[in-house]
Structures are given as structure tokens and as C-alpha cells.
């Protein structure tokens, strides 16, 4: 294939690519396999890879980022970015309608919107391609994050239809709740804290310095408001259903997520339906937003220093109840983080029933000032779990016992850790504490770590109890007589287990290391670290540079990993587990070629084409050895943009070549 053939199917499956991640994203109405869309994918990788020049940035293989940004560009707002008037009265809409109705010329009609509790952005596009995303700021400027917006299904790269040349677009990027509670479901699995709101983690997530994390997150978006100096349009709402035929997401109408209304009790009706429907939604909303529709009139309204006139947010109040704080218990996790629990009177609180809520910590406890039998006022609004958001101090009892947070296991009364920086204690016994004990096995068993078929949370319980099994290798030496007479365990039950035990032996390295429990290694983290290092050899056998190399891993992640492979007692568990015919190596993958055989080379900097791993990956396809620090044996450097300044200087001191990633291409495809 020539070049100028490669050009034209680049650009035919780039369209053919946006075209159905349209479908499958926005309109929800895929028509074509998952297999045939990443077939398609892959061949538009593989072109991408052979005619690096002919890859564009706004490509389809974009989308799963990679990209590292180490400072946010400050960016002014061409159109200022202006906030909304605020109120929680109905009252006060009406008398925001009747003044409307005194300054402009003309009947007015409006539009209601839901009000997305996210991030408000700005995105440019110029020839129908992204230009650039910027986050509100101070509303007169704010930070670039276009590299993680890219990453977006939902929002375009490129546009079709008769769409304007230059011209921005607002709107808000948020957290689907399924999406935030699997990312709170994988921390609490690894030990992490919980993300307190969908929101407040979509703006983090926002600011993520490498963009192939943004892209695992699953962010979405409504597009809903446009500017430019030459749009066609008489008004908002006409604007918003252009937007979406040019493949924007926007407000689905037929979902009332969007209203055109012509009167007072049209709005009215709209903010009534949505105080209640609210909750049956999968994104959060805090409110709803009323505009005048007709532009002319907007601009007779005009706007103060920080509001528009011609718009105004209405607020949900926050459900809020008081209810009776019975007790505090303290659960312990299986990597040993203690978390407070309130136990309240059962109250009705968001359609359901809350008898209990999360304290998160000590300084939670110490904030609220909390004493057994107070009154105390629960919240779910924004929330996914219910919290305590203050204490009714004028009911309390004379004589109130204040909560202290306890300085002991309560499973096994050893004395819990505080570390420096952190906000939870720990219980540092967990090799006897009973909870952890069970944890960790049942995370080992669990279905995306060793997927152990006939075992379950409560026969690890049992095992436990009877002191069959302390640790994840006991597991692999369970005898079928041990098994049989337990409670509950006939034979069939006990053969089961054992053949569930037999089978995990064929899990893959990634997912071993995944079961393991190492704190701060999750799915993702587990498959990072099996890809790079291949062996639970060498990756015992690490340096903490060569760890923080990995992508996705950081200080805290590098540092957990060498303390637990440290440990004498996880040496053990792991040297029992490889006796017992554990996979602790990764496949052979199959070399695509020689041309690297007997390299050894380093990668360093941010890459436009490929991820860093990427990169690595075809090292090793091609022959070559990754290795983490640059000496007299390293054959070249495959350096990116920002290579670190000291292998710059240990590389020209030694004479190294330095290869760029156009030199590194053309050296694999020759």
C-alpha cells in the first residue's frame, strides 16, 4: 500500500469510526458488532502506525488517550464564561418572569433545562474539528484540558452536517452514577477511600495528568449552549437541535430533559416534575435552568458583572432528615482500615429506608462534634451514601457521651496506626485479625481475581473458624476429608470446591497478581505491572525507578508493592502458591520480528503516536529489552517530548544515541 492509498482509508475509517461511536454513544442505537468495531479500529491503528505522518489528532485511536500533562495551560475565554443567578424560591422565579416580561419587547417563551451537577466547559471547534476544551475558571479564563476532553465518547472530533466554521460550545461534563460507583466499588476493593460525590470526581478526574485514566472513567457529557460571531440562529433552543444533528449530545427532549415553553405554569410544571423524577435519573442534577429563548430578547436583557439576566438556576433543596445517632462500630477492612459507622434511628431519607451512614474517619468525628444520642441531620442530595451533615445542638442530652474514636482493633485489640498524610487508621495485625484474614481470601477467590468456583464468603468463614486455612495457599491444600463432614458441605460440595480450586490454577499471571491483595493494586494497576515486568521474578526483583516507570504507577502504588514483596511472611504465601502450580509469568507473546534482538533500550518522555507502554510493547515484539535506567550496555534511547533532564545529560556523558519516535518507527517497519 502507497501513501496516498493509506490517506484515503485513514480518512474513510476515521469517518466510518466517528460515525458509529455516534451511534453507539449519543443516539444509543449501535449497528454494528463490538468485534467489528475494534477490528475496524485496529486496522485504522495499525495505518496510523505504518504512516505515522498521516495520523491526525483528533483520530479515532485518540479516544483512549495516553497522553501526559504535566500543567494545565491558563486559557482566556473568548465568550465570558458568566455563572447563574441562584434560588431555592419558586417565589422568586415568578417575579423573575414578571420582570422579563416589563424589559423586553414581545411575548417571551423559554427553554427549561436540567441543571447537571458537573463541570461547566467550553469547547472550540474550527472546520468542524476540536480545537480546544477549557474548564470555567474565574469565568474570564480557565484551564486547557483538551488532551482528557478528547477522551470523551460523547463528545465529537470531528463534525458532519452544515455546521458553522468557527464556533464554541458549552456545556457539562459529569459522572454517570454506574461509572462512580464501579470506580468506588474498585478502591474500596484495593483499600482506598471512597470518592465522597459524582462531581467533585469528574472535576478531579478532569485535571488527571495522564489522559489514558480520564478515558478509563467513563465521563459524559450534555452540550447545550452555543457561541460564535456569526451563527444563523434567532434562538437557544433552534441553536441546541442543531448542535445535535451536527453529533453534539445534547438534552434529550423527549425525556423532558429539554423543554420549550410558552408561560409561567410551563416552567412551573417543569420544576415540579423534575423535584420528583430526579432520583430516576443516572447523573445527578441539583436543579433546573430557565432561559429566555429568543437571542434578540437575551440581548435587551443583557447581563450584570458575573449573571446573565435573561437566566436563571432554580436549586432542589438537599434532602435533609434528623434522626437519633444510636451508636458508633467500627469496621475493619481486609487490608486493616478502620472505618467509623453511625447508627442511627431508621428514617426514611430518598425513597429508602437509612439506619446507618459512613463517619469516614477521626477528623470526621471530631468535626461534628458528635455525642451518643444526638440529633443529628442526614443527608443523601448529591450523595451517594448517606452522610451526617450536622448535629441539632439544642436537643442534646445533659450528660451526652462524646464520641472518641477507639485506639484498638475492634476484632482484635491490637493498637491502630495513624500514618503521616493519611486520613484512616489501620490495624497493623494482619496476619490474626479475623476480618482482614477472611477479606483477603475472599478477594482472592473473588470473581475478577482467581474466580474460584463452590466458594463463597460463607464457607470462608467456616474454613476460617475451623482454622483450615489462614492465608490464600492454604487453599491449594485442602483435603476433600476436611471439607466433607464441615456444616453445610456434603460431598458434592466438597468435590466442587476442590475441583473450583484445581481449575484457578490456569488464571493468568495479571490476575494472580491482582488476587494477591497487594494495598493500592487494583484490576488495572495488576495488569500494568504483569505486562512490564512479566514475572513475579523480576518484578520482585524491581527498583522502585523501574516501578515508577510503569504507567499508572506512582509513589504511593511503588512503594506498597515493594513493601509487601519485602515481607517475609508474602514471600512465603507467594513461594507456596508457585509450588502449587500458580501462573506467576506471563505468556509468550509472539514476536512480530528481529530487528531489535539483543537491544537493550530506554524509554523515556511523552509520546504523540503511541502510549509509553505501547512503545515498550513493540520493543518486545521486536526483539528488544526494556530497561528502566540508561549505562554503558543501553544500545539507544527512545526519547519522547519532556525526557527527564538527568538521562538527557547520563546519555550524551555516555555517548547513548537518542532516537526519536519517527526514527524508532521507521526502524521497526523497514
Excluded at 471512597?194 to 467533585?200: D, T
Excluded at 443516572?282 to 434578540?296: A, R, S
Excluded at 526519547?639 to 544515541?657: F, T, V, W
Amino acid at each position: 500500500m502507497n501513501r496516498e492509498q493509506a490517506a484515503k482509508e485513514i480518512t474513510q475509517l476515521s469517518k466510518e469510526l466517528n460515525h458509529h461511536n455516534h451511534l453507539y454513544y449519543v443516539e444509543n442505537e449501535p449497528i454494528l458488532s463490538d468485534y467489528d468495531f475494534d477490528q475496524m479500529m485496529k486496522r485504522l491503528q495499525d495505518l496510523e502506525q505504518k504512516f505515522p505522518e498521516l495520523a491526525n489528532e483528533n483520530s479515532p485511536t485518540r479516544r483512549v488517550g495516553g497522553d501526559i500533562t504535566k500543567q494545565f495551560e491558563t486559557v482566556a475565554h473568548r465568550y465570558p464564561m458568566l455563572s447563574l443567578s441562584n434560588t431555592y424560591s419558586q417565589e422568586e422565579i415568578l417575579e423573575w418572569e414578571e420582570r422579563i416580561k416589563k424589559l423586553i419587547t414581545g411575548t417571551p417563551n423559554y427553554v427549561c433545562e436540567l441543571k447537571y451537577d458537573g463541570v461547566a466547559i467550553g469547547i472550540s471547534y474550527q472546520q468542524g474539528k476540536l480545537q480546544r476544551a477549557v474548564t470555567r475558571g474565574d469565568g474570564s479564563q480557565g484551564e486547557d484540558v483538551t488532551t482528557n476532553v478528547r477522551t470523551i465518547r460523547t463528545v465529537p472530533l470531528s463534525l458532519k452536517g452544515d455546521y458553522p466554521d468557527d464556533f464554541e460550545i458549552r456545556g457539562e461534563i459529569f459522572f454517570p452514577l454506574e461509572h462512580f460507583q464501579a470506580l468506588n466499588a474498585e478502591r474500596e476493593e484495593v483499600g482506598e477511600a471512597l470518592f465522597a460525590n459524582p462531581r467533585n470526581t469528574a472535576s478531579g478526574t478532569l485535571k488527571m495528568q495522564d489522559s489514558s485514566v480520564v478515558a478509563k472513567r467513563k465521563l459524559d457529557c450534555y452540550l447545550y449552549g452555543l457561541y460564535g460571531d456569526h451563527l444563523s440562529f434567532t434562538g437557544h433552543y433552534e441553536a441546541v437541535s442543531a448542535a445535535g444533528e451536527w453529533g453534539f449530545k445534547i438534552p434529550d427532549a423527549s425525556k423532558r430533559y429539554i423543554e420549550r415553553v410558552d408561560s409561567i405554569e410551563g416552567i412551573m410544571d417543569f420544576i415540579s416534575y423534575w423535584d420528583q423524577e430526579r432520583r430516576n435519573l443516572p447523573f445527578e442534577v441539583d436543579g433546573v435552568v430557565i432561559k429566555v429563548n429568543q437571542y434578540e430578547q437575551q440581548n435587551q436583557l443583557g447581563t450584570t458583572a458575573k449573571s446573565p439576566r435573561w437566566a436563571i438556576a432554580y436549586k432542589f433543596k438537599a434532602e435533609r432528615v434528623e434522626t437519633r445517632l444510636n451508636e458508633v462500630t467500627y469496621q475493619v477492612g481486609r487490608t486493616g482500615a478502620v472505618t467509623p459507622v453511625a447508627n442511627l434511628e431508621p428514617i426514611q431519607l430518598g425513597g429508602t429506608t437509612v439506619k446507618r451512614a459512613s463517619l469516614h474517619n477521626q477528623d470526621q468525628i471530631e468535626k461534628l462534634d458528635l455525642h451518643l444520642g444526638d440529633r443529628v441531620y442526614v443527608e443523601k442530595g448529591g450523595e451517594i451514601i448517606p452522610k451526617i451533615v450536622g448535629v441539632n445542638n439544642d436537643k442534646r442530652e445533659k450528660g451526652a457521651v462524646k464520641v472518641e474514636f477507639i485506639d484498638a482493633c475492634p476484632e482484635c485489640g491490637s493498637e491502630l496506626l495513624r500514618k503521616e498524610g493519611e486520613a484512616q487508621h489501620f490495624c497493623p495485625n494482619e496476619k490474626a485479625c479475623p476480618p482482614q484474614i477472611k477479606g483477603r481470601i475472599e478477594h482472592f477467590i473473588s470473581r475478577k481475581a482467581m474466580d474460584i468456583d463452590g466458594l463463597g464468603a460463607e464457607t470462608v468463614d467456616v474454613l476460617v473458624e475451623k482454622e483450615l486455612i489462614r492465608d490464600a495457599a492454604d487453599l491449594y491444600e485442602l483435603q476433600f476429608d476436611q471439607l466433607v463432614d464441615l456444616e453445610r458441605m456434603a460431598e458434592k460440595s466438597a468435590n466442587n470446591l476442590l475441583q473450583g480450586v484445581k481449575a484457578s490454577k490456569n488464571i493468568p499471571f495479571e490476575r494472580v497478581l491482582f488476587a494477591l491483595g497487594i494495598r493500592f493494586v487494583g484490576e488495572t494497576v495488576a495488569k500494568q505491572l504483569a505486562r512490564r515486568f512479566r514475572s513475579m521474578d523480576k518484578l520482585k526483583n524491581a527498583s522502585y525507578e523501574e516501578l515508577i516507570e510503569t504507567e499508572e504507577i506512582g509513589d504511593k502504588i511503588a512503594e506498597s508493592v515493594m513493601s509487601y514483596l519485602k515481607d517475609e511472611g508474602n514471600q512465603l504465601i507467594v513461594e507456596r502458591l508457585q509450588a502449587h502450580g500458580l501462573r506467576f509469568e506471563m505468556e509468550e507473546q509472539e514476536q512480530k520480528s528481529d530487528r531489535l534482538n539483543g537491544k537493550s533500550i530506554v524509554v523515556s518522555g511523552v509520546f504523540e503516536q503511541f502510549s509509553r507502554d505501547e512503545i515498550k510493547k513493540l520493543v518486545e515484539e521486536h526483539g528488544g529489552k526494556n530497561v528502566g535506567s540508561i549505562s554503558s550496555k543501553t544500545d539507544f534511547v527512545l526519547a519522547g517530548d519532556k525526557m527527564g533532564p538527568s538521562k538527557l545529560e547520563k546519555a550524551n556523558k555516555l555517548n547513548i544515541p537518542i532516537l526519536s519516535e519517527e526514527d524508532f518507527i521507521k526502524m521497526i517497519n523497514e
